[in-house]
């Protein structure tokens, strides 16, 4: 059973707090952003090996699997868009452009109830050790760089980081751990 996708803009979580998760982007500084990506993962492993980690608790709400496979797709995606705002050029761009990604076509193209939950365990690890290892890398003057989303949503490095450390830590407590 498909379930309706989520079509909200959820760049409001990078100005205020979100009353679903409790997650506040006052919260992120800078020097914590790749411990705190990091820490995101934690958990997982535990959630994936689950007895009926495939089912869906109901039908408007993923299983466990699929959120730990939306969760290393997370990582993935924002690791490659934080590449690209780190590589553009600026004298030539006013910021890296990112190409649509339709999260619940991807689920249901790569048929993430069928795939295996260690192994979606150990690639959202890997994935969050690299996304977490790209972000301690950013130099002081980076995180002003620009990127802009295909709907014309904009971020800078640092709104980005909020951005996606929202996801990360809400999706956690979807499938009931804290939020991080």
């Keep these: 059973m498909a379930i309706t996708p989520d079509t909200k803009d959820w760049t409001w979580v990078m ?9 506040d982007p006052d919260s992120v500084r800078r020097t914590d952003v790749g411990d705190r990506i990091a820490r995101s993962a934690a958990g997982w492993e535990a959630v994936l090996a689950r007895p009926g980690v495939a089912v869906r608790p109901d039908e408007r709400t993923w299983s466990p699997l699929e959120y730990g496979c939306h969760i290393r797709d997370v990582h993935r995606i924002m690791r490659s868009r934080l590449a690209l705002m780190l590589s553009y050029d600026e004298a030539v761009a006013d910021g890296a452009r990112f190409a649509n990604w339709d999260q619940d076509a991807t689920a249901d193209e790569d048929d993430y109830t069928a795939q295996d939950p260690a192994v979606v365990a150990r690639e959202l690890a890997a994935a969050a050790a690299d996304f977490a290892d790209a972000y301690r890398a950013v130099g ?10 295909s709907n014309g949503s904009a971020f800078t490095v640092d709104s980005f980081a909020r951005y996606a450390l929202h996801d990360l830590e809400h999706h956690r407590v979807d499938v009931g751990l804290a939020r991080g």
Excluded at 15 to 23: L, V
């Design 15 to 23: 100005e205020r707090a979100c009353p679903e998760c409790g997650y």
């Design 140 to 149: 002081a003057d980076q995180w002003e760089r620009r990127g802009l989303r």
